[in-house]
């Protein structure tokens, strides 16, 4: 059912910003959820905050220069938009991928305003990142890439104005080597990124969060379902940090973890994804998920990464990319029973899929909610930093899970509020718009 309000306000949005399908696709669902709050509450309206939250506050865009191992010169794209700081500093992680272009980072910042906000903790959205691809440099290129991606962020970010993190192609030594850079341009050691290593600043549990989070909200979901993880087949896509941790968290709570993936294909373990060998496999020696069925006979390769929709299983964890699970892949999860989706990945169900989902009685945990344990851990290593302490594994964890659970809550309860019982995208589109338009509304028209 498409309304005039979100009508108006998308043909606005397409017209200011054209050829962004994915920040299109991200801002219609966030509109479609929230126009019954906005007609209850005609202030929200009056002061325009949808239509302020669809423009960032700031966009970054910069030549990032660099030299390869042959002695060429490399010329890559660099962003950073700062979408909202109503709630608090902008925050939100770097995604270095060639697909990367200005519609991606506008949908991943634009969803991370709201992500934020359920978390509980005081964070603004944002997001940024390059068109750089790490795949088959060598790490002094990816170092000198992230010098000089740094030398112009730089100006731009600090532990109190924009926190940037990990996300697809940055990880612990990406972080590293932009901490370095900003630590020497700046002549202070702060709290400017997150996701740093456990020596210098980093958090316990940060590299765990999204993926061990993930699994503590679809753990709500389950209960409300009357049931656990106990003997239920999993599929997992992705194999990098939020697939490996989520994979890992639900075989502790007695699931069996089928099957994993990459860009080029995945793999299917009758006898359970041994989370230790794609852990060596992607993290250490960053290599391919093919190279898991050389070591575990049971295991099959299958060059198609989509395929991975058509394993029969209970529960799918898309955590791999965008619009990875389309209507016809939907179709498959319910056709083979499948009872639940989380989502690790941001965006990664089409619109399309989320209604087969719901039309299906699929309990659907949308990414906003669902993965938002790590950008809290994320503030969480703000807080440790700020304080200059540290806080144990099961101290980072326990909060970890405590954030999950009112996430959960908020996303139930504001769904039930609006009508919308049991309908957790409503829920957590409501919730998260809510605190953030109550704080513009305080703050003026800024
Ligand atoms: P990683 O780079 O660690 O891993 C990404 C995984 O997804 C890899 O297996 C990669 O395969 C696969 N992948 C990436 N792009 C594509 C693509 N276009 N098509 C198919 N497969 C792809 O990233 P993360 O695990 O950190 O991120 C995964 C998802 O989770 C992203 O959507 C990210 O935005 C989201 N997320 C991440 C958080 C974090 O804390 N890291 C927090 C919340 C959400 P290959 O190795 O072949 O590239
Ligand atoms: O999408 C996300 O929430 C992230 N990539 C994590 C962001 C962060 O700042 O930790």
């Not at 100006?155 to 109190?160: A, L, S, T, Y």
């Not at 765990?208 to 993930?214: E, K, N, R």
């Amino acid at each position: 059912m498409t309304s005039s309000f979100v009508e108006n306000l998308m043909a606005s949005v397409i017209a200011r910003n054209p050829q962004e399908p994915e920040f299109h696709q991200a801002v219609r669902e966030v509109a479609e959820s929230v126009e019954m709050v906005i007609a209850r509450e005609p202030q929200l309206a009056r002061s325009k905050v949808l239509d302020r939250l669809v423009e960032p506050e700031r966009q970054i865009m910069f030549r990032v220069p660099w030299v390869d191992d042959r002695g060429e010169v490399q010329i890559n794209r660099g962003f950073r938009i700062e979408f909202s700081s109503a709630i608090g500093p902008y925050k939100g992680g770097l995604r270095f991928h060639p697909s990367v272009y200005l519609g991606i980072i506008k949908f991943l910042g634009f969803e991370q305003i709201f992500k934020n906000a359920l978390t509980t903790t005081p964070i603004g959205g944002g997001k940024g990142g390059s068109d750089f691809n790490p795949k088959g440099k060598s790490d002094d290129e990816v170092m000198r890439f992230c010098q000089s991606f740094m030398s112009e962020l730089f100006r731009h970010i600090g532990p109190d104005t924009d926190v940037p993190a990990g996300d697809i192609g940055v990880g612990g030594r990406e972080i590293g080597f932009m901490f370095g850079q900003y630590k020497r341009l700046t002549n202070t050691f702060t709290g400017v990124l997150t996701g740093k290593g456990l020596g210098w600043g980093g958090s316990l549990a940060r590299t765990q969060a999204t993926g061990y989070g993930l699994v503590y909200f679809v753990t709500r979901m389950l209960q409300d379902r009357g049931t656990d993880w106990k003997g239920k087949r999993v599929v997992v896509s992705g194999s990098g940090n939020v697939a490996i941790y989520a994979a890992q968290k639900a075989q502790q709570l007695g699931a069996k973890v089928i099957a994993v993936s990459d860009s080029n294909g995945y793999i299917v373990d009758e006898a359970g994804i041994k989370v230790e060998t794609v852990q060596r496999i992607k993290e250490v020696e960053r290599g391919r998920i093919r190279e898991y069925a050389d070591e575990h006979a049971s295991a099959k390769y299958v060059e198609d990464w989509q395929g991975i929709w058509s394993i029969p299983c209970d529960i799918a964890l898309p955590s791999a990319t965008q619009n990875e699970i389309d209507e016809e892949a939907a179709e498959k999860l319910v056709a083979n029973k499948c009872i639940a989706v989380g989502e690790g990945a941001n965006m990664p169900s089409t619109p399309e899929a989320i209604k087969v989902f719901q039309d299906n009685g699929v309990s659907f945990g949308p990414a906003k909610a669902a993965n938002a344990g790590g950008v809290a851990t994320s503030a969480l290593e703000m807080a440790q930093n700020s304080m200059r302490i540290n806080w144990t594994f099961e101290e980072v964890d326990r909060r970890l899970k405590m954030i999950m659970d009112a996430v959960y809550d908020q996303c139930t309860s504001a769904a039930e509020a609006y009508g919308a019982k049991g309908d957790l995208v409503s829920g957590a589109n409501i919730a998260g718009f809510l605190k953030v338009a109550r704080a513009m509304m305080a703050q003026g028209v800024v």
